[in-house]
């Protein structure tokens, strides 16, 4: 009887050893898995502010565009921004984005890679009928305090 109750107690602890290794397994592929919809999400919503712009709020849109950036990229665009406004106002430009498609191309806990694909209608003084294009972007995000921010954005072929 007594080699039975070892190997029960043997199959029972490692039983609970397999449901342990296994429940932190699933706990690590969860948080992957909502780290990776948080950088989509991210990157989504940065590339649908950079490429929806309006003449008549630009300083609103522009800041916008800065509350999600971070690092070279929100230097760069702030650094811009008194610029563009003249400039956007002047040709009453509206620009109207949409984001076709995302994906990762590497991601770890603090930064990743994203190409976005988006659309976006351009109005102004010169084409005030509208004017069709299509952006392709690599955005570079890294996680700030929580949030995943824009840190690059290069447009890409």
Same mark, same amino acid.
């Given at each position: ?8 107690? %043997?199959?029972?602890? *490692? ?17 992957? $898995? ?12 940065? %590339? ?5 712009? /309006? ?13 999600? %950036? ?13 610029? *563009?406004?003249?400039? &956007?106002?002047?040709?009453? #430009? ?13 991601? $770890?806990?603090?930064?990743?890679? &994203?190409?976005?694909?988006? /659309? #976006? ?15 392709? *972007?690599? *955005?570079?995000?890294?996680?700030? %305090? ?5 840190? /690059? &954005?290069?447009?890409?072929?």
């Amino acid at each position: 009887m007594r080699p039975l109750s070892a190997a029960l107690v %043997a199959a029972t602890v *490692l039983a609970g050893v397999l449901c342990g290794w296994l429940g932190l397994k699933l706990s690590d592929q969860r948080a992957a $898995d909502q780290r990776r919809q948080d950088i989509l999400a991210a990157a989504r919503q940065s %590339a649908l502010n950079f490429t929806s712009l /309006d003449y008549r709020h630009y300083d609103r849109d522009s800041r916008t565009v800065l509350n999600g %950036a971070t690092g070279d990229f929100k230097k760069q665009f702030a650094a811009q921004t008194r610029q *563009l406004t003249k400039l &956007v106002a002047q040709n009453k #430009s509206v620009s109207e984005g949409q984001v076709l498609e995302a994906g990762i191309v590497r991601s $770890d806990e603090r930064s990743a890679q &994203v190409l976005v694909v988006a /659309d #976006s209608k351009v109005t102004n003084t010169a084409a005030p009928d509208g004017q069709a294009r299509t952006y392709r *972007l690599q *955005l570079g995000l890294v996680r700030v %305090a929580g949030r995943w921010l824009t840190s /690059d &954005v290069e447009f890409v072929g």
